[in-house]
């Protein structure tokens, strides 16, 4: 193995679990590609839900599992979009994994132990891929937020995210 990868990974890892260093009981994990539509058309409405809902007890990060990301197309992809939270790559599929991801753009909510407290779609502007609505009428993730913000824990809850596909594959001997 490569003593720099493992290093790296290692650092990503302590970062995820201790943050900024700010007592955060939630985070909210944000699987994004800089290729998917969709993830791209979200970009909006994730900056809006972060300058209402962040704060030292909720803590956006966005995760980029393509194995194909690197550090120069996530900074690109955030700067492009002006996100203002942090963007880490998955390539290794830690955080798929661990928090279930299957689709970007799927949102994780979770506590400090990684229990999730929703994971799902944004709110309910496609009805299917390439079907978008008219009419948004359900905003999940800023319901869960503002249920969060106001102290008062939600049930576990899940939608179904809709948009690209997170592959997985096989590492190839080098």
Avoid at 17 to 28: D, E, M, R, S, V
Avoid at 40 to 45: D, F, K, N, Q, V
Avoid at 86 to 105: E, F, K, M, Y
Avoid at 107 to 115: I, Q, R
């Amino acid at each position: 193995m490569n003593w720099r990868y493992n290093i790296t990974a290692i650092t990503i890892a302590l970062f995820l679990l201790f943050g900024t260093g700010l007592c955060t009981p939630y985070k909210i994990y944000i699987f994004m590609g800089e290729t998917c539509p969709v993830s791209r058309h979200y970009t909006l409405t994730l900056k809006e839900l972060h300058t209402e809902y962040a704060s030292e007890k909720l803590e956006f990060i966005g995760i980029f599992p393509n194995r194909l990301s690197t550090p120069a197309t996530i900074a690109a992809f955030k700067e492009k979009y002006a996100l203002p939270f942090t963007c880490i790559g998955d390539s290794t599929h830690t955080w798929v994994n661990r928090l279930g991801a299957t689709i970007t753009p799927e949102v994780v909510v979770a506590d400090t132990s990684y229990t999730a407290i929703y994971r799902g779609r944004i709110d309910n502007t496609f009805a299917d891929l390439g079907k978008r609505r008219r009419i948004v009428t359900a905003h999940d993730l800023a319901d869960v937020l503002k249920t969060l913000r106001n102290e008062k824990p939600p049930a576990f809850r899940q939608t179904q995210a809709i948009g690209c596909i997170i592959t997985s594959w096989q590492k190839t001997k080098e």
